[in-house]
Each structure stands twice: as structure tokens, then as C-alpha cells.
């Protein structure tokens, strides 16, 4: 093994985990949403959860995705913006949904747009790293 690669470094490390444990988190949830939440609220509500969860889990392997990159390449500002933009993402889109599903005033349902904004931000930037990374 060449210096270096034997240990990833942290911020490769922390986008896996955290993706790992928003994966595991998305799964728990969904299970939650067929088991208890889809007889308690309506059609509506309970297509807006279960795209809270798809795009959880979406997100969560897209952060994986990030680490792995942040382990074999070097990493630049985009790629860490891109690992920001997704939790950030996930937090507020997937999270105002979940709170107003839990009965949280439905004003938390206005954290959902910028949410979803961050989140594709965050593939743009992974895209823009992409473009612009240059093989080493």
C-alpha cells in the first residue's frame, strides 16, 4: 500500500458514516411510515413522507458516494460542498417533513423548498468537482 492510503482521511470518513447512519435512519423510518404513520394521516401526508424517506435515502448514499471520492481523490471545496449541501438538504427537506408528519406546526413545511434547493445544489457541485478534477 502506497503512504497514505491505509487510513481514510476524516472528511472521507465522516461522509461515509454520516451517510451510513442517515441510510440506516431512512430504512427505520420508512419501516415507521408503513407500520405506524400510514394509518394515521391522509393519502397526502403519507406520499409526502414516504418522499421524505426515498429522498433520505437517496441523499444518504449520494453522501456515501462523496466519501468514497473523498478517499480515493483529493478533496477540494466543491466536494465539501457538496457533502454540506446534502446533509443540509436532507436536514431540512426531509426534516420538515418528518416533524409535520410528527405534528409539528405545518410551518416547518417551509424549511422543505430551500431543503430541496440544497440538495440539488449538492449534485451540481459533485458535478462541477467532477468536471474540473484533474486526474493526479
Do not use: N
Not at 470518513?13 to 404513520?37: D, P
Not at 403519507?46 to 433520505?56: H, I, K, P, S
Amino acid at each position: 500500500m502506497s503512504p497514505g492510503r491505509d487510513s481514510a482521511p476524516a472528511f472521507a470518513r465522516g461522509c461515509i458514516a454520516a451517510g451510513s447512519i442517515l441510510m440506516f435512519a431512512g430504512l427505520v423510518l420508512g419501516a415507521l411510515g408503513t407500520h405506524l404513520v400510514a394509518d394515521r394521516v391522509s393519502s397526502r401526508e403519507l406520499a409526502r413522507y414516504e418522499t421524505a424517506v426515498l429522498y433520505q435515502l437517496l441523499h444518504a448514499l449520494g453522501l456515501v458516494l462523496v466519501g468514497v471520492l473523498g478517499w480515493s481523490t483529493i478533496v477540494t471545496a466543491k466536494l465539501r460542498w457538496a457533502a454540506r449541501l446534502m446533509a443540509i438538504g436532507i436536514a431540512m427537506f426531509c426534516g420538515s417533513i418528518y416533524l409535520a408528519t410528527a405534528g409539528a406546526p405545518r410551518i416547518v413545511l417551509e424549511a422543505a423548498p430551500a431543503g430541496g434547493m440544497a440538495l440539488m445544489l449538492s449534485w451540481l457541485m459533485l458535478a462541477w468537482h467532477a468536471a474540473t478534477r484533474t486526474r493526479d
